[in-house]
Every structure is written in structure tokens, then in C-alpha cells.
């Protein structure tokens, strides 16, 4: 499995993004997918996830301004981020996991994209 995530770059306070991860290899409208993101001198944190059957989970920190989706025919998860700000900047990941629920453990994502910066400005 390989996993292309792109979408990231600098941006002001407000702004939005999307981010996209393509994943190759596997059937992937029977997996879970998530977000993961990683800031300097912090541990990496849980984002979002979204399940095969199209249900999400969101970090506190970002529901209600991030949006997780799927495109089966396309092999892409996408991360929408809106009202963007400072403390989001991170490098964001994009991971598979075969579990069949929500799960925000990283240790239960088994494939793992390259990341992509995030970075915004205040």
C-alpha cells in the first residue's frame, strides 16, 4: 500500500485548504482511513478518521472546522480545513487502517504517507 497525501503550503489566519491522500495497493473502499498531524517538538496527534461506511471522528480541536471525506471511485481521502489557524500548523498525515471502527490510535494505522506542511500565518 502507498499512500500520496499533497494539498499542503502556507497560508494566512481564515483561510482554508484541502488536503488529498491517494492510496494505492488495496481495496480501498473497505478500509478506514485518517488524518494525523505532527507540530515541532510535539508528538503526533489524531486529526480525523473516516470509516468505510462513510462515519468520521474529529479531534476536538478542529470539529467543526475540518471536514474528512472519501472518494472511492478515486482512491482519495480528502481533509477540507476551514477558519484556519496558527496552532494548525503541522506536518499532516494521511494513514490506513484496516480496523473496522473509528479508531484515533495511530498504532492501529498500518500504512502511513509521506506528509505534507502545513503552515499558517497569523
Known amino acids: 500500500v502507498q499512500l500520496q497525501a499533497s494539498g499542503g503550503g502556507l497560508v494566512q489566519a481564515g483561510d482554508s485548504l484541502r488536503l488529498s491522500c491517494t492510496a494505492s495497493g488495496r481495496t480501498f473502499s473497505s478500509v478506514g482511513m485518517g488524518w494525523f498531524r505532527q507540530a515541532p517538538g510535539k508528538e503526533r496527534e489524531f486529526v480525523a478518521a473516516?470509516?468505510?461506511?462513510?462515519?468520521?471522528d474529529y479531534a476536538d480541536s478542529v470539529k467543526g472546522r475540518f471536514t474528512i471525506s472519501r472518494d472511492n471511485a478515486k482512491n482519495t481521502v480528502y481533509l477540507q480545513m476551514n477558519s484556519l489557524k496558527p496552532e494548525d500548523t503541522a506536518v499532516y498525515y494521511c494513514?490506513?487502517?484496516?480496523?473496522?471502527?473509528?479508531?484515533?490510535?495511530?498504532?492501529?494505522?498500518?500504512?502511513w504517507g509521506q506528509g505534507t506542511q502545513v503552515t499558517v500565518s497569523s
Open positions: 473516516i470509516r468505510w461506511s462513510g462515519s468520521t
Open positions: 494513514a490506513q487502517t484496516s480496523s473496522t471502527w473509528l479508531t484515533r490510535r495511530a498504532y492501529e494505522y498500518h500504512y
